[in-house]
Nanobody, 118 residues
């Protein structure tokens, strides 16, 4: 089993910056993609950014150029640097991890609130 512990988030004014981090513990071998999803009130959970074990990153169009995902494989930790935040970025942000070889499994963090005021 894998446990994901998130930190960061909070309240910031529009145009500001926040950073999130998520550390994996437990069975931290065969870790594949790690990343972040978010869910705003009344909306479905959506991809924000993911990064492969080799460092290839993919972003939602809405955050490209503003958010940067990175990963420290030695620490089993994924980071999300969020710049130029907008009110529409307000959501609960969930850490995501895919683990395994062949038959893989997804894991989720407990979520951290990001609120951007206008």
């Amino acid at each position: 089993q894998v446990q994901l512990v998130e930190s960061g988030g909070g309240l910031v004014q529009a145009g500001g910056s926040l950073s999130l981090s998520c550390a994996a513990s437990g069975s931290t071998f065969y870790l594949n993609g790690m990343g972040w999803y978010r869910q705003a009130p009344g909306k479905q959970r959506e991809l924000v950014a993911v990064i492969s074990s080799r460092g290839t990153a993919n972003y939602a169009d809405s955050v490209k150029g503003r958010f940067t995902i990175s990963r420290d494989n030695a620490k089993n930790t994924v980071y999300l640097q969020m710049n130029d935040l907008k009110p529409e970025d307000t959501a609960v942000y969930y850490c995501y991890l895919n683990r395994g070889v062949g038959r893989t499994k997804d894991y989720w963090g407990q979520g951290t609130q990001v609120t951007v005021s206008s």
